[in-house]
């Protein structure tokens, strides 16, 4: 699985760091720090923390869809 913020729609609201802390972290009040490549162990706290962003800043690209064509399969979810 990897995910992308769109750190110019993040707003700092920190759902994210709340509900998968072992991917998103803040550093300070408003900087978001988090892992592109988030471990499958993770993937229902990511898919969680995505849809609780208030401003829908978390694509999710879950690369092991699809897998057997070829294809990735992309959402953005939060």
Same mark, same amino acid.
Do not use: W
């Given at each position: 699985m990897r995910l992308v913020v769109d750190l110019n729609r993040c707003?700092? $609201?920190a759902q994210c760091a709340f509900l998968a =802390? !072992?991917?998103f972290t803040m550093?300070? !009040?408003e900087a978001l720090m $988090? !892992? =592109?490549l988030a471990d499958d162990a993770q993937r229902e706290n990511v898919?969680? +923390? +995505?849809d609780a962003c208030?401003? *829908?800043a978390?694509?999710?690209d879950y690369e092991d869809l699809g897998a057997?064509?070829? *294809?990735?399969?992309a959402s953005r979810v939060g």
């Amino acid at each position: 699985m990897r995910l992308v913020v769109d750190l110019n729609r993040c707003q700092g $609201y920190a759902q994210c760091a709340f509900l998968a =802390p !072992d991917v998103f972290t803040m550093h300070g !009040d408003e900087a978001l720090m $988090y !892992d =592109p490549l988030a471990d499958d162990a993770q993937r229902e706290n990511v898919r969680k +923390a +995505a849809d609780a962003c208030p401003v *829908k800043a978390i694509t999710l690209d879950y690369e092991d869809l699809g897998a057997a064509d070829g *294809k990735a399969g992309a959402s953005r979810v939060g």
